[in-house]
């Protein structure tokens, strides 16, 4: 499908109604595009790109658009509307300058992936995935006591409170599988004024504003679906349920009487923009096994700070603790399957972590320099007032343990070592395997230490320490071939068809 274009106009103050003009024109492309009603929501809530250019035919009408930000971008035109992807990803590229921008890219959008390939963008381990259910009544019912009903007139207050209850994510794990983060302590955007915006929305109905009302008359949840009536197609954007609510069925309910009600005003399905990765597995699981069934609508692509793809991969575990700091993960370090990253953790620029290792950080903080690696099933803990950490260029063998302890620069640790409490290790030393360096004890720099409890040997030569540092090199080789091996939105998808889902499961912050 191709268009006549007029041109493409970056948007500034919006002074032609751009923004207002984007729903009319997603309404035709969705699901090959965001929903209008999450594009409301995006911009009720603050959340839309900082940069939006549109493109207009000879009429005038809007054909096309895209958005950049530092951490999200997207093209969305109509499919096969080859004139019009090739303006806006130009412009995509040119906002995007440098930086590793994640960029959207739904099925049937070939052209802009195939333009995206050729610029060095790869995919990431996140799909563009959703889950969808008919506009159909399933006879599901709130439990005895709640009751699932419109906002009333007054209630407006009440609904902000509620959901920013329900959405301050303290207990959402940090990755996103690319190695951003969710800071534990941050609140929803939403307020009295988003939800102001909601309500002018031109897809927003009353009548699909919902709340639970608990038992003693306070709201136990919130949501809101927005219903496209040209395409049929409702988003429930967002659902939430206050914690002491939560554990009932109610996110599932809820999200099954939306679909009761969207088939009631004429709507054919029911859209969730939901994950399936471990960060949100939970909710997935929870819509999954109410009746909810997987979409695959695209992945996200970004452009490597060099050849091969680090980060996070899905099975791997990254995790924010209550009323701390979330990891902070360089945008090129690797964190391998089944790796476990918890608390106050920071990974520097090529640093690695392996399978199985564990790093958790609940007392002290655990660093990590840069280039240096955790090989697999290591262990790296901490105590009140022993922080551990590793220098740059240091590599640490398979089922090691690091408690509480300094390891200098440029030092390999080897095979099942263990090192205790306020111990340092001086730069460029070598630990043999299975040595165990006692609480406090300092290794001078350039040691061979082996033993039981560990004793300096020698002094290593200018040859045994260039090994070292090749050592360490060698391992940020191998993360960069593991890293091009994470599996695709494709792999991941296909096993969550596979997969058996718990229904018992609810969302832990819905």
Same mark, same amino acid.
């Given at each position: 499908?191709?268009?006549?274009?007029?041109?493409?106009?970056?948007?500034?103050?919006?002074?032609?109604?751009? /923004?207002?003009?984007?729903?009319?024109?997603?309404?035709?492309?969705?699901?090959?595009?965001?929903?209008?009603?999450?594009?409301? &929501?995006?911009?009720?809530?603050?959340?839309?790109?900082?940069?939006?250019?549109?493109?207009?035919?000879?009429?005038?009408?809007?054909?096309? &658009?895209?958005?950049?930000?530092?951490?999200?971008?997207?093209? %969305?035109?109509?499919?096969?509307?080859?004139?019009?992807?090739?303006?806006?990803?130009?412009?995509?590229?040119?906002?995007?300058?440098?930086?590793?921008?994640? +960029?959207?890219?739904?099925?049937?959008?070939?052209?802009?992936?195939?333009?995206?390939?050729?610029?060095?963008? !790869?995919?990431?381990?996140?799909?563009?995935?959703?889950?969808?259910?008919?506009?159909?009544?399933?006879? !599901?019912?709130?439990?005895?006591?709640?009751?699932?009903?419109?906002?009333?007139?007054?209630?407006?207050?009440?609904?902000?409170?509620?959901?920013?209850?329900?959405?301050?994510?303290?207990?959402?794990?940090?990755?996103?599988?690319?190695?951003?983060?969710?800071?534990?302590?941050?609140?929803?955007?939403?307020?009295?004024?988003?939800?102001?915006?909601?309500? $002018?929305?031109?897809?927003?109905?009353?009548?699909?504003?919902?709340?639970?009302?608990?038992?003693?008359?306070?709201? !136990?949840?919130?949501?809101?679906?927005?219903?496209?009536?040209?395409?049929? &197609?409702?988003?429930?954007?967002?659902?939430?349920? +206050?914690?002491?609510?939560? $554990?009932?069925?109610?996110?599932?309910?809820?999200?099954?009487?939306?679909?009761?009600?969207?088939?009631?005003?004429?709507?054919?399905?029911?859209?969730?923009?939901?994950?399936?990765?471990?960060?949100? $597995?939970?909710?997935?699981?929870?819509?999954? !096994?109410?009746?909810?069934?997987?979409?695959?609508?695209?992945?996200?692509?970004?452009?490597?700070?060099?050849?091969? @793809?680090?980060? +996070?991969?899905?099975?791997?575990?990254?995790?924010?603790?209550?009323?701390?700091?979330?990891?902070?993960?360089?945008?090129?370090?690797?964190?391998?399957?089944?790796? $476990?990253?918890?608390?106050?953790?920071?990974?520097?620029?090529?640093?690695?972590?392996?399978?199985?290792? =564990?790093?958790?950080?609940?007392?002290?903080?655990?660093?990590?320099?840069?280039?240096? #690696?955790?090989?697999?099933?290591?262990?790296?803990?901490?105590?009140?007032?022993?922080?551990?950490?590793?220098?740059?260029?240091?590599? /640490?063998?398979?089922?090691?343990?690091?408690?509480?302890?300094?390891?200098?620069?440029?030092?390999?640790?080897?095979?099942?070592?263990?090192?205790?409490?306020?111990?340092?290790?001086?730069? %460029?030393?070598?630990?043999?395997?299975?040595?165990?360096?006692?609480?406090?004890?300092?290794?001078?720099?350039?040691?061979?230490?082996?033993? =039981?409890?560990?004793?300096?040997?020698?002094?290593?030569?200018?040859?045994?320490?260039?090994?070292?540092?090749? #050592?360490?090199?060698?391992?940020?080789?191998?993360? @960069?071939?593991?890293?091009?091996?994470?599996?695709?939105?494709? =792999?991941?998808?296909?096993?969550?068809?596979?997969?058996?889902?718990?229904?018992?499961?609810?969302?832990?912050?819905?």
């Amino acid at each position: 499908m191709t268009h006549a274009a007029a041109g493409l106009t970056e948007i500034t103050d919006d002074p032609d109604g751009a /923004v207002r003009d984007i729903p009319r024109a997603l309404s035709a492309w969705f699901p090959a595009s965001t929903h209008p009603g999450g594009f409301a &929501w995006e911009v009720a809530t603050g959340q839309l790109p900082d940069r939006i250019a549109v493109v207009r035919d000879e009429a005038g009408a809007l054909i096309g &658009w895209a958005a950049c930000s530092e951490d999200d971008a997207r093209v %969305e035109c109509a499919p096969g509307d080859d004139a019009t992807t090739d303006m806006l990803a130009e412009w995509l590229l040119d906002a995007a300058g440098d930086a590793r921008t994640s +960029v959207a890219v739904h099925r049937g959008q070939e052209r802009l992936r195939g333009i995206l390939a050729g610029r060095g963008f !790869a995919d990431e381990a996140v799909p563009l995935a959703g889950l969808r259910h008919p506009a159909r009544d399933t006879g !599901a019912r709130p439990p005895s006591g709640y009751r699932i009903r419109p906002v009333g007139d007054g209630e407006e207050e009440a609904k902000v409170a509620a959901h920013r209850r329900a959405w301050k994510p303290v207990e959402l794990p940090f990755t996103d599988g690319c190695g951003d983060g969710i800071d534990p302590d941050a609140e929803s955007r939403f307020d009295a004024v988003g939800y102001a915006a909601v309500r $002018r929305a031109a897809v927003y109905r009353r009548e699909l504003d919902l709340v639970i009302e608990a038992p003693d008359g306070s709201l !136990a949840g919130t949501c809101t679906a927005w219903l496209d009536p040209a395409s049929g &197609w409702a988003e429930l954007e967002p659902l939430g349920i +206050v914690p002491e609510h939560r $554990r009932r069925g109610l996110a599932q309910i809820l999200a099954l009487d939306v679909c009761r009600r969207v088939g009631e005003l004429g709507g054919r399905d029911v859209f969730i923009n939901a994950s399936p990765l471990p960060y949100y $597995r939970a909710p997935w699981d929870a819509y999954a !096994a109410a009746g909810f069934a997987p979409m695959e609508r695209g992945a996200r692509m970004r452009r490597p700070a060099y050849p091969g @793809r680090m980060t +996070v991969d899905p099975q791997a575990t990254v995790r924010a603790l209550p009323g701390s700091p979330a990891p902070d993960i360089a945008p090129d370090a690797l964190v391998a399957a089944g790796a $476990r990253v918890v608390g106050r953790v920071t990974l520097a620029a090529g640093s690695s972590v392996w399978f199985n290792a =564990v790093l958790r950080a609940e007392a002290a903080d655990i660093a990590i320099g840069a280039g240096s #690696n955790l090989q697999d099933n290591v262990s790296c803990h901490v105590d009140a007032g022993f922080p551990l950490t590793v220098g740059q260029g240091v590599s /640490v063998g398979h089922n090691a343990v690091l408690h509480g302890c300094t390891i200098e620069d440029d030092c390999i640790v080897g095979m099942s070592a263990t090192v205790m409490n306020g111990a340092v290790v001086g730069r %460029e030393s070598l630990l043999a395997g299975g040595t165990v360096v006692l609480e406090g004890q300092v290794i001078p720099p350039r040691s061979l230490v082996a033993g =039981v409890p560990g004793k300096v040997r020698r002094e290593l030569t200018d040859e045994e320490v260039a090994g070292l540092r090749a #050592n360490a090199a060698h391992y940020v080789e191998n993360a @960069r071939l593991h890293a091009g091996a994470i599996p695709t939105p494709a =792999v991941l998808l296909g096993a969550e068809r596979a997969a058996a889902t718990d229904p018992g499961r609810e969302e832990g912050t819905a």
